[in-house]
C-alpha cells in the first residue's frame, strides 16, 4: 500500500463544472500537508497548504480530516487551464526522507 | 529569474556512462532536496541538505549515486555507471527552514539512459 494514496484519474468534466480529489496517507506522524499542480513536462508547483481549519483560495478549497487522514480539494467553477495532474502531499516535521508525494490525480477540463 | 534553476535541462547518455546534474537553488534558501519523477508517478524522495550538511539520504540512492553541496549553495547529482532503469525526471527543490516548509521547485533535469 502506498503511503499516499490518490485517484489516478483521469477526471474529464466540462468547463465550469465543481470537481473534488480525494488523498489518503498512512503516515499518521504527518504535519503538513499541501497540494502541488503539475502540468505536463513541467516542475510541480504549489497550489495550497491545507489547514486543520480548511482553506479557501478563490475557487479552490482544501480540507483536512486527521481522523480519516484524508485530505481533499474541490475545485469550482472549472477553468480549461486547470487541466493538469495534481499532486497530494504529506509531511512530518521531524524527517524530509518521509515528505511523501502522491502518484497525482489527472484533470481534463473540457470546452 | 530567482526561482530554482537546473541544469541541463535534458541529458541522453549511453549506459556505463557517468552524469552530473546542478541545481541553484533560490539564494536564501538552506534546504536543498533532490528528488526522481519517472512518468504517471509523484516525485520520490532521494536525498536532502541543510546549508552544506546531507542530513538525509533515502534507499532509493544507490551507491552510484552521490549529491554534494559543498559551499552551502549550489548542489551536484552524479549518477555512475548510468543505467536505463535511471531514465527519469531529476528534480530539486529548496526551502527555507520554518514550521511550515513549502518547497520551491526547479524546471528539472530529464535523463534518457540508451
Known amino acids: 500500500r502506498k503511503e499516499v494514496e490518490q485517484d489516478p484519474g483521469p477526471f474529464n468534466v466540462p468547463e465550469g463544472a465543481t470537481v473534488a480529489f480525494n488523498c489518503t496517507y498512512s503516515?499518521?506522524?504527518?504535519?503538513?500537508f499541501f497540494w502541488y499542480r503539475q502540468d505536463c513536462r513541467k516542475e510541480p508547483k504549489l497550489l495550497m497548504s491545507v489547514y486543520s481549519s480548511g482553506n479557501e483560495d478563490g475557487r479552490f478549497t482544501a480540507q483536512l480530516n486527521r481522523a480519516s487522514q484524508y485530505i481533499s480539494l474541490l475545485i469550482r467553477d472549472s477553468k480549461l487551464s486547470d487541466s493538469a495532474t495534481y499532486l497530494c502531499v504529506a509531511s512530518p516535521y521531524s524527517s524530509a526522507s518521509k515528505i511523501i508525494f502522491g502518484s497525482g490525480t489527472r484533470l481534463s477540463i473540457r470546452p | 529569474d530567482t526561482g530554482v534553476s537546473q541544469n541541463p535541462r535534458h541529458k541522453i547518455t549511453k549506459r556505463g556512462q557517468n552524469v552530473t546534474f546542478r541545481c541553484d537553488p533560490i539564494?536564501?534558501?538552506?534546504?536543498l532536496y533532490w528528488y526522481r519523477q519517472t512518468l504517471g508517478q509523484g516525485p520520490e524522495f532521494l536525498t536532502y541538505?541543510?546549508?552544506?550538511?546531507?542530513?538525509?539520504k533515502s534507499r532509493l540512492l544507490s551507491d552510484r549515486f552521490s549529491a554534494e553541496r559543498p559551499k552551502g549553495s549550489f548542489s551536484t547529482l552524479e549518477i555512475q555507471r548510468t543505467e536505463q532503469g535511471d531514465s527519469a525526471m531529476y528534480l530539486c527543490?529548496?526551502?527555507?527552514?520554518?514550521?511550515?516548509?513549502?518547497?520551491?521547485f526547479g524546471p528539472g533535469t530529464r535523463l534518457l539512459v540508451l
Open positions: 541538505f541543510q546549508n552544506e550538511a546531507q542530513l538525509e
Open positions: 539564494s536564501e534558501h538552506n534546504r
Open positions: 527543490a529548496s526551502s527555507l527552514t520554518s514550521r511550515e516548509e513549502t518547497q520551491y
Open positions: 503516515n499518521s506522524a504527518s504535519q503538513s
